[in-house]
């Protein structure tokens, strides 16, 4: 009877939506669920004997911290036997950054001793939310084939609806001028499959870490637009920022090692009198800048 419960309670527990794992006190991963599995991309007999302090979710905090190495909620959790509750940015196991949810429990013996800990780990993007703007993009064949996500045709229309809206209402918005550093090398060096994964690296970490009513597209090679709507002087920088560390703190596996890329953006807001050309230009710029003073930066301007 008792094999049969566990059996019914590890088989309830697989089938969560949600990702699941168990530790011990010295943090040494004993259960990893098939949600765990989904979300991150790695098997159960890759991580199960392996400890969660190896990084090998790398779990970052928006400003790119890596929580395994400091501020780590589960071990917190196994020190004081309090639950907790934070956003992070797990890596995947194909190298994008994933935002997600994440609440840990301790576990407890029958005298009250802590024997582990569980964490509980959800994707807190909208998924009803990206299947709408991927089927809005198929149907109107706006979609980028390479990386997902809107093309240039799609990026234009929005940029200009954007305008408009403007024009019109006095709707703000910035948007952000984004390119790959170093892509030719890496295309020179590592061939054009591993720059067309590239590609689909950045897509997926520009796109996972947009609200609902923003816009990433592929403006052409290794250039992206990002529009955002309803923001600031005060906070474009920081959308930016927060962007660029997320690109830079992802990895792509390749035979064995770890490719690392960065990006340059300029970041504006839409000024006066703007129309697409001179708002590209002027974010074109912009990111011409963070090339010239160093790369893998953000420099940001205004209306002049």
């Known amino acids: 009877m008792e094999v049969l419960e566990d059996n019914f309670h590890k088989n309830l527990i697989d089938n969560l939506y949600d990702g699941v794992y168990f530790v011990d006190c010295e943090r040494r ?19 199960v004997g392996t400890f969660c302090n190896n990084n090998l979710l790398n779990h970052i905090t928006d400003d790119g911290v890596q929580l395994c190495m400091n501020g780590c909620p589960l071990q917190a959790t196994l020190e004081d036997g309090q639950p907790r509750e934070a956003e992070v940015h797990l890596r995947h196991a194909e190298g994008y950054r994933v935002p997600v949810l994440v609440r840990t429990t301790p576990m407890r013996g029958k005298h009250g001793g802590i024997l582990g800990a569980v964490e509980v780990f959800s994707n807190s993007q909208s998924l009803f939310k990206i299947r709408r703007r991927v089927d809005e993009l198929e149907k109107k064949s706006f979609l ?29 918005f910035g948007l952000l001028f984004i390119d790959i550093d170093h892509f030719k090398a890496v295309n020179d060096t590592c061939g054009h499959n591993t720059g067309d994964r590239v590609l689909q690296n950045v897509a997926k970490t520009l796109s996972l870490h947009l609200r609902a009513t923003d816009l990433c597209g592929r403006w052409g090679g290794e250039e992206f637009v990002v529009v955002l709507l309803n923001v600031n002087a005060n906070n474009l920088p920081l959308v930016a920022e927060k962007l ?14 770890e490719l690392q890329v960065t990006v340059s953006m300029g970041a504006t807001l839409v000024c006066p009198g703007d129309n697409l050309k001179s708002l590209i230009q002027r974010a074109d710029e912009l990111m011409y800048q963070s090339k010239l003073n160093g790369r ?7 209306c002049r």
């Open 296 to 302: 893998n930066q953000v420099t940001a301007g205004y």
């Open 244 to 257: 660029r560390a997320m690109i830079a703190n992802s990895r792509i596996q390749i035979e064995g090692t």
């Open 144 to 172: 980028d084939p390479l990386t997902g996500i809107g093309n240039r045709a799609y990026t234009e229309m929005k940029v200009n609806s954007a305008i408009a809206e403007f024009h019109q209402h006095e709707m703000p």
């Open 29 to 47: 991963i004993t259960y990893w669920n098939k949600g765990a599995e989904r979300i991150t991309g790695y098997g159960a007999e890759k991580v």
